[in-house]
């Protein structure tokens, strides 16, 4: 009986080392632009704008603390647009899940600075790092919740299971965004209210400038971070993808060497 | 729907009545929860007293992990979650018979707990219809909560530690909501407990309608 030939493995040629970063002119933009207009908030909130009658110099929190937590927000809110967006079949694709991993992800870290420095404003101007406030807590429950959520992103197993469960998980979490953002309206909170995002907004001048300018610094930081993180996600896929057939290439080389 | 789900109930109810997991090791876990508070707050009567509504929902939350990764386990073994899949049951009717199994599990902790709290803590009663309200809809917000992110973990390596993880932080209101109802209807608080209670009313509802939504997907795809 005649031997017949082994099928010819297809192996993937390992990824060059051109293609392994995620840096590229877009990101350097961006980068260059978040940290300009961060500078020039540094500088105007810390030297430019005077201090406050009430708060005095504690006042200048509102160039970081406002601008964080907005910037939380989108992350998550884009975490849940993604996620649908992954789920629903005529749009499913694994670009939605990157998308949803790197915005939750980089919403956490987001929603960690507005913690640690509302904890610091708090600290400052109540008296203690942490109260039992509305918003407070329920920052707080929106931190840890989305902690889970990356728990779930990092456990193992088949990638299109792990997204639809990732994406089912984040959808069950988003409501809380909405309910923390009106908290300080539907409840007697310690938290003061929105100061710019109203018809007759409680800051004006100097002041209103820097702030303004803060979020456009946190916007493109948030972006910056935004797309390192999605490419990482490319570059862990292709990882999982050729990752084998870099071993098999590597073992092969080993023995014809 | 309905009967699928008084078919899984059934089936969850009936494994654990034969296992006696419940009875032998959740129940004694839950008072033994109950002694371990009354030995950190080295039996300072008053304070237990005043404290006894929290301490109840923060035992009913312990052994809620446990019904729930109890609830996923006996699935576990021989493809049984497999077998489930593939029985052609309406995932709404399998999400609503493990939910309604769990929360049958945790009233009947909860009364034990609730023996425990007049003994231990020597609480009394002054509003009942409130009391059994809120633990009616409170136990029916834990247990869908619980039933949707059970199934997410289920079949992870890691569904132990991920578990609480999920499900702690998203039952925080139920905490809070039920602990307030109870306060007023033990008498140690004045205040309007049933507005807490519609919050209750309205968590149970909203992760009864969630678990009927997304439980097809998570069945199909974990």
Redesign the interface.
């Known amino acids: 009986m005649a031997a017949t030939a082994p099928p010819a493995q297809t192996v993937a040629a390992p990824p060059g080392p051109a293609s392994c970063g995620t840096g590229d002119l877009t990101t350097r933009v961006l980068g260059l632009i978040a940290a300009v207009t961060g500078a020039l908030t540094a500088y105007l909130g810390l030297v430019f704008t005077p201090r406050d009658a009430v708060q005095g110099q504690l006042v200048r929190l509102i160039y970081v603390h406002p601008a964080a937590a907005t910037t939380c927000y989108v992350g998550f809110g884009l975490c849940a647009v993604a996620s649908v967006a992954y789920l629903w079949p005529r749009t499913r694709h694994r670009r939605w899940d990157r998308l949803a991993a790197a915005s939750g992800e980089v919403g956490v870290l987001f929603c960690i600075v507005t913690l640690i420095t509302g904890s610091i404003w708090g600290r400052a101007s109540w008296g203690v790092w942490w109260t039992w406030d509305a918003r407070l807590t329920l920052t707080a429950l929106l931190c840890a919740v989305f902690i889970g959520y990356l728990a779930v992103r990092r456990t193992t197993g088949d990638p299109d299971v792990r997204a639809k469960r990732s994406a089912v998980f984040a959808l069950l979490c988003i409501p809380i965004v909405p309910i923390d953002h009106e908290a300080t309206t539907w409840w007697t909170t310690l938290h003061q209210g929105n100061t710019l995002f109203r018809s007759n907004p409680s800051i004006h001048g100097s002041q209103l400038v820097t702030m303004l300018l803060s979020f456009v610094a946190f916007g493109f930081g948030f972006a910056w971070l935004m797309v390192h993180r999605y490419r990482v996600e490319v570059l862990e896929d292709r990882y999982d993808q050729e990752g084998f057939a870099v071993a098999i290439a590597e073992r092969r080389a080993e023995g014809s060497g | 729907m309905w009967r699928d789900a008084a078919v899984v109930g059934g089936k969850d109810i009936r494994i654990e009545i034969q296992s006696r997991v419940a009875t032998m090791q959740v129940a004694p876990y839950a008072v033994l929860v109950l002694l371990l508070f009354g030995f950190a707050f080295d039996q300072n009567h008053t304070l237990l007293t005043q404290a006894a509504p929290g301490l109840f929902w923060v035992a009913v939350l312990l052994c809620t992990l446990l019904a729930v990764q109890r609830s996923y386990a006996i699935e576990a073994a021989d493809g049984a979650r497999d077998g489930l899949r593939l029985s052609g049951l309406d995932p709404a009717g399998i999400f609503l018979g493990k939910a309604a199994a769990v929360t049958a599990q945790l009233l009947a902790l909860e009364v034990i707990l609730g023996v425990g709290i007049v003994v231990l803590f020597g609480t009394s009663l002054h509003d009942p219809v409130l009391l059994l309200a809120s633990a009616g809809a409170a136990t029916i917000g834990l247990a869908a909560s619980g039933t949707?992110?059970g199934m997410?973990a289920s079949?992870?390596?890691?569904r132990e530690t991920?578990l609480p993880?999920?499900i702690?932080?998203?039952v925080?209101p139920v905490l809070l909501a039920a602990t307030q109802c109870w306060m007023v209807a033990l008498g140690t608080s004045q205040t309007d407990g049933w507005k807490w209670m519609s919050l209750l009313g309205a968590f149970g509802a909203?992760y009864v309608a969630?678990g009927i939504l997304?439980f097809s997907?998570?069945v199909e795809?974990?």
């Open positions: 949707v992110y997410i079949g992870l390596r890691v991920l993880l999920l702690l932080p998203v925080a909203i969630l997304t997907t998570l795809e974990t």
